[in-house]
């Protein structure tokens, strides 16, 4: 149990990949909710983007459960975000200390680059922790060695 102010975070855990389900226990409800959510999720930052997640327009939020649940869907962009767990777990921290929630359960998509191998039965890009480029400006200059070559080697490592 962890303690926030007004308010008890009971239980943490990811339900699946991409979804932290935060319990908390609060010690009244307040008007507009959903609102108030918008407003938690303003000080939560993308470090890539370098935008918070209301302004960026990466959140949505709908309310589940007779208005005792929260869900946030956050499009974090890209499969192969670097940051998109600590930002998940950023935004059920921050909407965790609105009033009158039982619950705030948070899920991580990608709409970009990688989305349609970011998959919730695991494997795919959604797997991947950090991405390596290989390019040049000029044709025929093995950059598919290189990158073939690199794979195996990391994979070996």
Known sequence: VMHL?????????VLRRGVLQVRV?????????REA??????GVVDPVLEVNVVEGNLVSLAMEEEGRCLRCELDVGFAAHPF???LAERCGEALA???????VKVRATAS???SAVL???GGGLGEVAVAIAVSSAKGGVGKSTVAANLARALRDR
């Open 97 to 103: 200390t609105v009033r009158g929630l039982a619950e």
């Open 84 to 86: 998109a767990r600590e």
């Open 112 to 114: 970009g680059f990688g």
């Open 37 to 42: 959510g918008y407003e938690a999720l303003r």
């Open 5 to 13: 102010g007004h308010l008890r975070i009971l239980q943490r855990r």
């Open 25 to 33: 226990v609060h010690g009244g409800a307040s008007g507009d909710v």
């Open 119 to 121: 998959s919730s039965s």
